[in-house]
């Protein structure tokens, strides 16, 4: 008995042109991937300098609040947008901190027997994206 060989449309393999959209899709595909995989390194490199960021805010904010009302470092002064001398320092090669101390009833909306400390963090290094990261509170005067 002989089996005869069908020639269908059916049997035939795939065509030239066929192959060629499917290495398109694909390429497309894998270009996608790519970027996403490229942004979300971005996000997670921006994440991680924000939480050390707000670390060093934090701490210095904590730091500030241990020492009584009227030591040195309490004392008021400092400055947000521009190094003052005692009132900045480095806590990381990518940052710097600043701090402010305002007092009650010099400085406006401050609530009369507190001083509220402000701490502002600020790119040190070009090209490093960060959002603004300011952290204040009130402390007793007292």
Known sequence: ???????????????????????????????????????????QSESRD?????SFARAKIEELANYAPTAAQRARGGSLTTNTANYNDIPDSRFTRRWLVETAPTDAGVPVGTQRITVVIVPKQPGLRLPPVKVAVLEPAT
């Open 1 to 43: 008995m002989m089996h005869e060989c069908k020639t269908g449309r059916a049997d035939r393999g795939f065509s030239l042109v066929e192959c060629l959209v499917a290495m398109v899709i694909t390429t497309v595909g894998l270009l996608a991937s790519a970027q996403l995989i490229v942004v979300g390194v971005r996000l």
């Open 50 to 54: 924000v939480s050390a960021a707000t």
